[in-house]
């Protein structure tokens, strides 16, 4: 059952099996005030800015849609919407979808020069259930957020990714072999306080390996490519099998 595949993967070993938490990050909690979401998504812009995530995620964007005269493109998960404002700047046709499941942060990109970009529309959208018609986009994008689903959450947002889009592209943390990923636990935990560090260490807690994503390909019956490496992020691409 995918449900209980475990975040590393069907062949996980009973080491990186107990690498994993059910506990949400903050971004995903309810009980949790806007205030501390708005910091958290703050600061992933910052530190995407600062190590230059959100240019690298865009070369991804680009390289996918390179052959696409004026592509539209669907971000989902956006956050602060930096993705999306980096791919509007370096490509002069593209039309993007900015979406977010977090209507605080829609609202922020839609108050953003994003809400009046003329090649931009800001929307609620959540990937599990995207309400989109098949085939409006060529590209669907989900940065740094596969993490936040559950494995049947992954798969089916692997679904409609694929029946809304072209393909589908997830970039997002690499799951490191386990003893690198005791280190890394251990360096963050002192920092758990600060609401970007917690939220950073359940992320690591539940990304997904390599064979992971092959599964959660495999379970909605799509082709993926997986790239991997454990220092940097990985990259899934999906598309529908014809
Ligand atoms: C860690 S942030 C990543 C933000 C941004 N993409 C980046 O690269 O910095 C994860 C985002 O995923 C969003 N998210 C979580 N579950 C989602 C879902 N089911 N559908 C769409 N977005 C979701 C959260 O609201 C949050 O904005």
């Not at 995530?53 to 956006?78: M, S």
């Not at 994003?114 to 609620?124: C, I, N, Y």
């Not at 994008?141 to 029946?163: D, K, M, Y």
Request: aromatic residues 4%.
């Amino acid at each position: 059952m995918i449900a209980d595949m475990p975040r590393g993967g069907p062949d996980a070993s009973c080491l990186d099996r107990l690498l994993q938490t059910n506990r949400q990050e903050y971004l995903d909690r309810d009980d949790i005030g806007d205030d501390v979401k708005r910091g958290i998504v703050a600061a992933l812009d910052r530190v995407g800015t600062m190590f230059r995530e959100h240019d690298r995620n865009a070369e991804l964007v680009l390289r996918e849609v390179a052959d696409i005269v004026d592509p539209k493109i669907l971000e989902l998960g956006a956050g602060h919407g930096a993705l999306s404002r980096t791919v509007l700047e370096q490509h002069p046709t593209a039309h993007v979808t900015v979406s977010d499941v977090n209507s605080e942060s829609v609202a922020a990109m839609a108050a953003s020069d994003l809400g009046d970009h003329p090649r931009a529309s800001v929307r609620t959208i959540d990937a599990t259930a995207i309400d989109a018609a098949d085939g409006e986009f060529d590209l669907a994008v989900f940065a740094l957020s596969f993490h936040h689903l559950n494995p049947t959450q992954a798969a089916q947002a692997l679904a409609e990714g694929t029946r809304v889009a072209k393909a589908m592209l997830v970039i997002d943390l690499p799951r490191m072999p386990s003893p690198l990923h005791i280190a890394k636990l251990a360096i963050m935990a002192p920092l758990v306080w600060w609401p970007f560090a917690h939220d950073g260490l359940i992320s690591s807690l539940r990304s997904y390996s390599p064979s992971a994503l092959r599964a959660l390909g495999s379970h909605a019956d799509l082709d993926v490519d997986v790239s991997t490496n454990p220092f940097d992020r990985q990259v899934l691409v999906a598309r529908r099998r014809t």
